[in-house]
């Protein structure tokens, strides 16, 4: 090789190379460029009202404005493997129902990553579930539902929300009462919002969907249980559901409801730790502030900060709980 060949090689050599004094002022800048919060389901749900208030609010915070896209489809999956195929560096983040919909769609779907692809922010808005008639049906007790549903097979039917807790509950729910899951329609939504206009305008008999997001329909629907250890004061005299099943002798096992929250690829914390911390305290500020809280309390959207490590186990619990039941959804 002659010398300016030499020369060339070293010159080419030398700018690839990345000081860390140069990845430190890099990090110190991030972000330069919007952030794109991505939702799996249609706008509207819970998921999209609650990223869409965090981006609105943590926009401030994080020094560039955040954009919400939904990416609807496969209850979630579509959204989750999108922000998997982008570059892991806090720019493309997951905001959505982050649990049960990532574990369904690994245990369920065919989803062709796993939990640890995930890197989990925050929960910030954990629900239980709201078991509901149309007030066209006629039916008031969760005895009653399960009596005409076994009673009239193919009859009746449910709106849930594709892979959510509730779709899982209602399977559970007819294997508890040993009635065939045929019996009931099944009719899954991309989005709580939709699910909840078909119960409220009478499309279906029943619904089984987030208890808080379903106040905004209070007055087209008939409460008949909320799946819960414990009575919610938001649903005041609306019986849990194992004290609603013992009127029928039966009992069931409780699943809890949807995460809604943040996450992002699990490479991000590894590969660009300070851009992981700059977000996880951007959105634990975000959470402090009283305006932010105010917003979300009169859009009845949650307010929890649980940060990673809370989130990551809670999310993981559930995961066991699909796991050992999730094989009831068909």
Do not use: C
Not at 104 to 127: E, R
């Amino acid at each position: 090789m002659d010398v300016s060949r030499r020369a060339g090689m070293a010159l080419l050599l030398s700018a690839a190379v990345v000081l860390p004094s140069q990845v430190a002022a890099q990090d110190d800048a991030w972000p330069e460029r919007p952030i794109t919060f991505v939702v799996g389901f249609g706008v509207g749900g819970s998921a999209d009202r609650t990223a869409r208030a965090l981006a609105q609010y943590m926009t401030e915070e994080i020094g560039q404005p955040i954009t919400v896209v939904n990416r609807e489809g496969a209850g979630g999956q579509l959204a989750a493997t999108y922000v998997l195929a982008q570059p892991a560096d806090g720019y493309t983040l997951l905001a959505t129902a982050i649990s049960p919909y990532l574990a369904n769609s690994i245990l369920n779907t065919g989803a062709d990553y796993t939990l640890d692809d995930f890197a989990f922010i925050n929960g910030q808005w954990s629900d239980n579930d709201l078991i509901a008639a149309s007030t066209e049906s006629g039916i008031d007790s969760v005895a009653g539902m399960i009596n005409a549903i076994r009673d009239n097979p193919g009859e009746h039917s449910v709106s849930v929300v594709t892979g959510s807790a509730g779709e899982l509950s209602t399977y559970i729910l007819l294997d508890t009462a040993g009635i065939p899951a045929e019996n009931l329609n099944v009719v899954t939504y991309e989005s709580g919002g939709a699910a909840r206009a078909a119960a409220a305008g009478g499309q279906v008999d029943f619904t089984i969907l987030g208890a808080e997001g379903s106040d905004a329909i209070r007055d087209m629907i008939t409460p008949l249980a909320v799946i819960a250890e414990e009575p919610l004061a938001a649903w005041d005299g609306v019986p849990v559901v194992n004290d609603a099943l013992a009127e029928v002798d039966l009992e069931m096992p409780v699943v809890s409801g949807s995460i809604r929250g943040l996450a992002a690829s699990a490479e991000l914390p590894e590969q660009y730790p300070d851009r992981w911390e700059k977000i996880v305290s951007a959105y634990e500020r975000t959470m402090q502030d009283p305006e932010f809280i105010a917003h979300l309390e009169e859009n009845e959207i949650g307010t929890d900060w649980l940060g990673p490590e809370r989130t990551t186990k809670r999310v993981k619990s559930n995961f066991e709980i699909l796991k050992q039941y999730g094989a009831l959804v068909q």
